[in-house]
């Protein structure tokens, strides 16, 4: 029966949080039984929790999804709770931060046996970062041995000092030294008590907690209801309810289906009242996971709230309205996501995403207050009496004022905790790709963190996890919804992209009858903090509504980065130029020209590709550490300094996420059960084997056409598409921005500070390289030569100390004796690597057959060892060389066989006044069905790579497994692989030196011989 909410009690919103197994629904459904909103107190390991309404939840005795329940207590000061219960599972992590949005406050339960956990200090953090007042209670406290003292020291020295049990009394009857830790926690308090001896006062308190000095400490057994009506008479005396102004807003926090389908939009109301049958319009800082990411994106739409809907557990009262305050779901929004805010469609002003929109929302709201704003007190003295006290002092509307501000900065707030690990979704039944899709984006609008993706080159869906119980639950939903069988591959890191120095990049979009252009400012900003939008361009340049509808853009789109096409993170984005026609623009010109702006400056940037890296916190026996901290450094990890107390310690410190693997098992292992560690995502910094990566993954960002980066142009009536390293020169706009005067004083581009520790980043030239065949072959060598300084460059700032034609140490102690490498016929290339050559039974298995798979012999001289013999080597990068040198490119446009002829021909020659081998490497990956294999020319070996198989990955392979036994040098005139060959201890040679070396050793054979 529909109904209006027209208590004029107290309300506030409380999350209840903690580690798994601390007793957190126990302790919901306890607060739930004392306060009368349920008859029958259940258990979760019976099944029959209140509050874990899902078959899943029962059978596992763990809670996946928030849950809401409302409580009535007349009987503690007549205050109204919306309870809502977390997930304490880390792997739905995701689940518990999203309600963290729209909390007024939080109980952290803490079980008594296990103390301050990795998983508590993690919700420890999430709590101070948004700024939620924290109750704590110390469940199981019914067990042997356990004592308060112990835990509240712990509390202390791991959480804060301000952890203080407060008496089930009013504050006029705190002993002294309750009184006296009270007062410690403010300085105004402090001198009001050591001069006048005047104890807090109840609002004084309530003011402590609302701006996290104070967090009240309660211990209890939540099974056994003790102690849980000492914290409910604690939540009665010391809480407020935020005042929140009049004008609607509401923060959507959850998506989910009711039992007959139906899409539930779950939701705080900020401000004013939302009513059924209501029209709101959508914005703030998250996009939908359903919204295209290239030009399908649309601008916010209005959208009707249908149906109006209070949960408790798993039944529900249909409302006609909700007051400010009030957690409700709405049907009929079904476009909106978690995250998103909901306004009332009449709002103007600042574009969606500027950062002074986010600021005027945190201003007290002058208009009229309706709901629950308007039954706030305005006096302390009246404020005190509604909630049964009697304090004169003016404390609680500013802890109102507090609440209300909070609140509003978390509801522009990104997720902290994010997956860092993708999964490919294997289709184990005849599901249809595309239905698969269908339905697990179903499940993506629901839990957003899953960033499901489809890869049109593999043709592989995957899917961003948190760990292996979630990707059971998924499993069993896509299962029990879809009736759709699924499982999953092994997953991999979850990489991001940033750039390095500030850069402009330009869009212009201008086919026939359509006109705009964008100018937009890409900055770096600090780690961790996302991408954020601004504007600084006057609305006489450019109107407000395009300002608007570009920011509107760019908030909508998930922008790829141009190295591997990962996500794109920590960036700052301003507007700062912008052209539109007023006869020919329309809505979505602007959206194309922001997207080909963003992608163009993206390109012409000096990217930075980021892994990501765990915090850690172990707890371990004293005799463990030597063996703990022998692991971190093995996996590059830093170590804090250690603590403990000479029987048990504390290590803490940072790890590369890709490393860790199932390092806790590990853990619990080698001490026997007595030792723990957590992992927490602390954030991105640059990758340590970048070139690796990016190689593998082999993404294209000039082939990407959901997200291009060139411009379209009108001439004589047609569009004409203006590739993004030209496009500059033909804009219309010139916004005075010029990347010359952001350059360091000795001509370089600013460098992020974290190359120095042997990371690296790639300059655009190498995207440039791309696009050489458009230009001049003097533009070309103009560019090579410029790509070798600038590679020069960052290599001695990034490997201090080496020189830029040398390794950077020694390869015969680098790699062990069982790589992998080529197999060819007649086994010289094995036995210069030290490895037994094939027999000739073994040649039915194919020229493609590693030796990894060959029986190797057990007398052969180690690599590296005294008396092993080292050998050079020089790889030639075939075609490359080809098409670098002119009289061999101009040859290879009539036959292309005839100038790989003319190359051997020339080498071969060259070769015949050096010492070591010489091997030259074609590319025949296009080769259908091809299959590696070598030939002997003279004094030169030619290999041709198999189908699939370019030169650049096969040349690595080949140094990896030469560098060993021998001095490898490279010759290319590929700026990315003469880095990472580096990495293998390889010498490198661009194509003119070694076109330099040919025409020298050609002229001392016509010197010598007078020819």
């Known amino acids: ?24 629904t126990t302790l919901s459904e306890s607060l739930l039984y004392l306060s009368g909103a349920i008859r029958r107190q259940g258990r979760v390991d019976h099944g029959d929790a209140y509050l874990d309404t899902d078959s899943m939840e029962r059978q596992r005795g763990i809670t996946i999804f928030s849950k809401q329940a409302q409580l009535s207590l007349p009987d503690f000061g007549g205050l109204d709770i919306t309870l ?146 000492t914290l409910l008479r604690g939540l009665s005396r010391y809480t407020a309810e935020p005042t929140l102004p009049g004008t609607f807003s509401a923060k959507v926090f959850k998506i989910s289906r009711d039992a007959a389908g139906t899409r539930l939009a779950w939701m705080r109301v900020l401000g004013g009242t939302l009513h059924a049958k209501m029209e709101v319009t959508v914005s703030g800082t998250q996009r939908s996971p359903d919204e295209p990411s290239g030009f399908g994106a649309s601008a916010p739409s209005t959208l009707k709230v249908d149906q109006l809907r209070q949960y408790s557990g798993d039944s529900f009262s249909v409302l006609r309205e909700a007051p400010a305050g009030q957690i409700v779901c709405a049907t009929g929004l079904d476009t909106v996501s978690a995250g998103q805010i909901l306004r009332d469609g009449a709002r103007t002003g600042q574009p969606v995403g500027s950062t002074g929109d986010h600021a005027k929302a945190r201003q007290p709201d002058s208009s009229p207050k309706t709901g629950a704003a308007a039954r706030q007190p305005d006096s302390s003295t009246e404020a005190c009496t509604a ?12 802890t109102a004022v507090m609440l209300s501000e909070s609140l509003q900065r978390r509801s522009v707030s990104e997720q902290l905790i994010l997956p860092v690990f993708r999964s490919a979704i294997l289709l184990t039944d005849d599901t249809d790709p595309v239905t698969a899709l269908h339905n697990l984006k179903l499940l993506q609008e629901e839990e957003p963190m899953l960033g499901i993706e489809y890869d049109p080159r593999t043709k592989q869906i995957s899917a961003e996890i948190m760990g292996e119980v979630e990707t059971e639950i998924i499993r069993n939903l896509c299962e029990k919804r879809f009736g759709m069988s699924i499982s999953f591959g092994s997953p991999s890191v979850v990489y991001r992209e940033t750039i390095a120095a500030p850069v402009e990049g330009v869009g212009h979009y201008e086919p026939l009858r359509h006109y705009a252009e964008v100018h937009l400012l890409l900055e770096p900003a600090e780690r961790g903090s996302g991408i954020t939008f601004d504007t600084n361009l006057s609305t006489d340049a450019l109107p407000l509504n395009w300002q608007r509808l570009v920011l509107s853009a760019l908030t909508s789109v998930h922008f790829r980065g141009v190295l591997t096409g ?130 593998k993954t082999a993404y294209d960002p000039a082939s990407d056409l959901e997200q291009p980066a060139d411009s379209v142009f009108c001439s004589h009536g047609a569009g004409v598409t203006i590739p993004w390293n030209e496009v500059r020169s033909y804009m219309h706009v010139d916004t005075g921005w010029h990347p010359d005067t952001q350059q360091a004083p000795d001509g370089r581009l600013p460098m992020d500070g974290r190359q120095e520790d042997g990371r690296q980043t790639f300059s655009s030239q190498w995207r440039k390289a791309q696009t050489a065949e ?110 670098n040198w002119p009289e061999l490119r101009e040859l290879a446009a009539v036959n292309l066989d005839s100038a790989a002829g003319k190359l051997t021909e020339i080498l071969s020659d060259f070769q015949g006044t050096q010492s070591g081998r010489l091997i030259i490497v074609f590319d025949a990956y296009k080769v259908h069905g091809g299959k590696r294999h070598i030939l002997h020319q003279g004094n030169v070996d030619i290999i041709y790579t198999k189908e699939a198989e370019t030169a650049d990955s096969y040349i690595m392979e080949l140094t990896h497994s030469l560098a060993k036994k021998g001095n490898v040098t490279v010759a290319t005139g590929d700026g990315i692989v003469q880095m990472i060959i580096f990495s293998a201890g390889a010498r490198r040679m661009s194509a003119g030196e070694l076109k330099d070396r040919v025409n020298e050793a050609k002229k001392k054979i016509r010197d010598r011989y007078h020819v």
């Open 84 to 229: 809502l219960d977390t997930p304490g599972h880390a792997d739905f992590s995701p689940e518990m931060e999203r309600t963290l949005s729209v909390l007024d406050y939080a109980v952290l339960v803490i079980s008594a046996p296990d103390g301050v956990t990795g998983q508590v200090r993690t919700l420890w953090r999430l709590l101070a970062h948004y700024h939620i007042p924290v109750f704590l209670f110390v469940n199981k406290m019914d067990q042997p041995g356990m004592e308060p003292d112990p835990v509240l020291k712990e509390l202390s020295g791991s959480l804060d000092t301000a952890c203080i049990p407060l008496p089930d009394t009013d504050p006029e009857h705190f002993d002294a030294e309750t009184a006296e830790a009270l007062a410690v926690c403010d300085d105004r308090l402090l001198e009001q008590y050591l001069e006048l001896g005047q104890v807090p006062s109840t609002c004084e308190i309530a003011a402590l907690i609302a701006s996290r000095k104070l967090f009240p400490v309660y211990f209890g057994s939540a099974l056994k209801n003790t102690g849980v009506d």
């Open 1 to 24: 029966m529909s109904h209006e909410i027209t208590s004029n009690r107290r309300h506030i919103v409380l999350g209840i949080l903690a580690h798994v197994d601390a007793g957190k």
């Open 774 to 883: 458009k230009k001049s072959w003097q533009q070309q060598q103009h560019d090579i030569s410029a790509g070798e300084e600038e590679l020069r460059r960052i290599f001695e700032q990034t490997y201090k100390g080496s020189s830029w034609n040398t390794p950077l140490h020694d390869p015969a102690n680098d790699f062990p004796d069982d790589s992998t490498g080529l197999w060819s016929r007649d086994g010289s290339l094995e036995r210069s690597a030290g490895l037994p050559a094939s027999s000739s039974k073994d040649s039915s298995d194919g020229p493609d057959r590693p030796y990894a798979s060959q029986n190797r012999s057990t007398g052969s001289v180690p690599p590296g060892s005294a008396n092993s013999a080292r050998e050079d080597y020089l790889l030639v990068d075939g075609y490359n060389i080809i098409f």
């Open 387 to 398: 909630a049964g006290r009697s304090d004169s002092l003016p404390k609680v509307p500013e």
């Open 566 to 695: 990962s996500e794109i993170t920590d960036l700052h984005i301003t507007l700062i130029g912008g052209r539109a026609s007023e006869k020919h623009t329309e809505g979505g010109d602007f959206r194309q020209a922001s997207i080909r702006a963003l992608r163009q400056g993206l390109m012409s940037a000096e990217s930075i590709f980021l892994e990501p890296w765990y915090r850690f916190e172990a707890e371990i026996p004293q005799d463990a550490i030597g063996r703990l901290m022998s692991d971190i450094q093995r996996m590059d990890g830093r170590l804090d300094p250690i603590g403990g107390d000479g029987v048990r310690a504390q290590v803490t410190g940072f790890v590369p996420a890709v490393e860790t693997g199932d390092y806790a098992s590990e853990v619990r292992a080698y001490t026997h059960g007595t030792g723990q560690i957590s992992f927490s995502l602390s954030g991105y910094e640059p990758c340590r084997n970048p070139g690796d990566v990016i190689l």
